[in-house]
Each structure stands twice: as structure tokens, then as C-alpha cells.
Antibody, heavy 123, light 108 residues
């Protein structure tokens, strides 16, 4: 069955950097768009980033554009989120999510989610 | 950016009764709408996509309706495990994809 496991969260100072990883299994990873979605403590869900199945197209929320970079390694079935110039408002649980549609260039339906990893930006 | 607005913020319903949750988009999104359920401490779970299609393993008591800008999620006979927070989310066109602020469904 589909399994997504995030790692790399923790505490970082404002202005610092952190890289999150999401290891996928149970499906043909290289055929699906992958996303990062975050949730600040006690708040709602915010889509963060999208990477096409072959890595050619990437999209970002305005709130992270220019600071975060999504990437993937299809040989390792892993998607990454490099987060630079972190701010207090980036504090959240970060989820990776699989898109529902195979070999699609447009996505946006998150059919499987990881358990999330908490990123805390604080001095 | 398309803004998704959910109502009510909190809905109190007794087990066995029906719950209707609403979601409005700031512009037409056709049927490009999904609903998710989230329980405390858990990741969200996909319930409905394409405004009306149930995701794999979702019980028939969950149903979605609507198109354009107005959508509803109906839970026909509430079970104890259905009390949670529900989010709608659009995926019309290219990102950004936006979520509603959520409706908390609580036991009356």
C-alpha cells in the first residue's frame, strides 16, 4: 500500500535553513506529481509546493516563493523541500502528499498523505 | 488567487443525524473540488474529488454536490468517527491550490 514518510523537521532559528525529505513506497513514484502542504499549529491547511512527476515543472505558494525549493529523486523515490531564510510564520507541520492522477501535468487532488514533520522556527 | 470560504465554522449535530457542510469559491472552479477529513493529530484524508466522486474506501454516507462556485458535503447519518474537521480545496487549473478554513463537526 502507499506509504509516505517525512523526515528532517526540528527547531531552526529565524533566517536559517532546513531540508525536509519524504520517502515514498507502494506506488510508481516516478509517475505522480508530489506536493508539500503545511499546517501551522491550530490552523488550517496551506498548499506549499508541487513538482511534476518528471521534475520538469514546479510551482510554489506566494508565501514561500524564492525561499523554498522542491525537488525529487525518482531513483530514490524521494521528494525534498529545501527551506531557506526561514521565518517564524513558517512554523508548521509539513506534510508530503501524493497526487491522485497518474502521468498528469496538472494535479491538485491529494489522495495519500504522510504523517507530517514539525518545523519550528524560533530563536 | 481563488478564495475558498466554508460555512459554518462549527456545526453541532447529534449522532445518527444528517450534516451538511458548505463551501464557496470566489470564482468558478467547475467541478475541481475536493473534500478532506482531519482528526486531531492525524493527516488529512481525501473523501471526495471532482466535487461528487468518493475516494477509495470512503463510506456511501459521504456525498458531495455542486459545481461552479457552490458546493456541499453531506454526511447522511453521522457516526461517532465522523466528528472531525472538514476542509474543501480547489484544484482548478494551475497552482496555487487553496483550502477553505475548515468546518469543525462536533457532537451535539
Amino acid at each position: 500500500q502507499v506509504h509516505l514518510v517525512e523526515s528532517g523537521g526540528g527547531v531552526v532559528q529565524p533566517g536559517g535553513s532546513m531540508r525536509l525529505s519524504c520517502a515514498a513506497s507502494g506506488f510508481t513514484f516516478s509517475d505522480f506529481i508530489m506536493h508539500w502542504v503545511r499546517q501551522a499549529p491550530g490552523k488550517g491547511l496551506e498548499w506549499v509546493a508541487f513538482i511534476q512527476y518528471d521534475g520538469t515543472n514546479k510551482y510554489y505558494a506566494d508565501s514561500v516563493k524564492g525561499r523554498f525549493t522542491i525537488s525529487r529523486d525518482n531513483s530514490k523515490n524521494t521528494v525534498y523541500l529545501q527551506m531557506n531564510r526561514l521565518r517564524a510564520e513558517d512554523t508548521a507541520v509539513y506534510y508530503c502528499a501524493k497526487d491522485k492522477w497518474e502521468l498528469s501535468i496538472k494535479g491538485g487532488t491529494f489522495d495519500y498523505w504522510g504523517q507530517g514533520t514539525l518545523v519550528t522556527v524560533s530563536s | 488567487e481563488i478564495v475558498m470560504t466554508q460555512s459554518p465554522a462549527t456545526l453541532s449535530v447529534s449522532p445518527g443525524e444528517r450534516a451538511i457542510l458548505s463551501c464557496r469559491a470566489s470564482q468558478s472552479i467547475s467541478s475541481n473540488l475536493a473534500w478532506y477529513q482531519q482528526k486531531p493529530g492525524q493527516a488529512p484524508r481525501l473523501l471526495i474529488y471532482g466535487a461528487t466522486a468518493r475516494a477509495t474506501g470512503i463510506p456511501a454516507r459521504f456525498s458531495g454536490d455542486g459545481s461552479g462556485t457552490e458546493f456541499t458535503l453531506t454526511i447522511s447519518s453521522l457516526q461517532s468517527e465522523d466528528f472531525a474537521v472538514y476542509y474543501c480545496q480547489h484544484y482548478n487549473g494551475w497552482p496555487p491550490y487553496t483550502f477553505g478554513q475548515g468546518t469543525k463537526l462536533e457532537i451535539k
